[in-house]
């Protein structure tokens, strides 16, 4: 079974970055699509990013202009990078890898920007 392990959260200020890292437990080059979602508590968890095998990359309006998402197939992780933060960023931010049409998650990690 696939495990994907997110780290890299924390607390950061207005403006500042923050870089995800989600590593995967099995090998990611045959993987299609891997990418990211985030959760505000009590609230519904929406999409951030996706990058494909072939490095399509597609990002929610709200992130789109100051994030990069990035996988490196050779150390099987994606990566999230997240520029110019604001207080509405703070969420759980989970990583998701479509293996096979099977979705499989993360356990999150939570980013906290503060005023």
């Known amino acids: 079974q696939v495990q994907l392990v997110e780290s890299g959260g924390g607390l950061v200020q207005t403006g500042g970055s923050l870089r995800l890292s989600c590593a995967v437990s099995?090998?990611?080059?045959?993987?299609?699509?891997m990418g990211w979602y985030r959760q505000v508590s009590g609230k519904q968890r929406d999409f951030v990013a996706y990058?494909?095998?072939?490095?399509?990359?597609s990002y929610a309006d709200f992130v789109k202009g100051r994030s990069t998402i990035s996988r490196d197939d050779g150390r099987s992780t994606v990566y999230l990078q997240v520029n110019n933060l604001k207080p509405e960023d703070t969420a759980v931010y989970y990583c998701?890898?479509?293996?096979?049409?099977?979705?499989?998650w993360g356990q999150g990690t939570q980013a906290t920007v503060s005023a």
């Open positions: 998701y890898a479509n293996v096979g049409g099977r979705i499989t």
């Open positions: 099995r090998s990611t080059f045959s993987i299609d699509t």
């Open positions: 990058i494909t095998r072939g490095g399509i990359t």
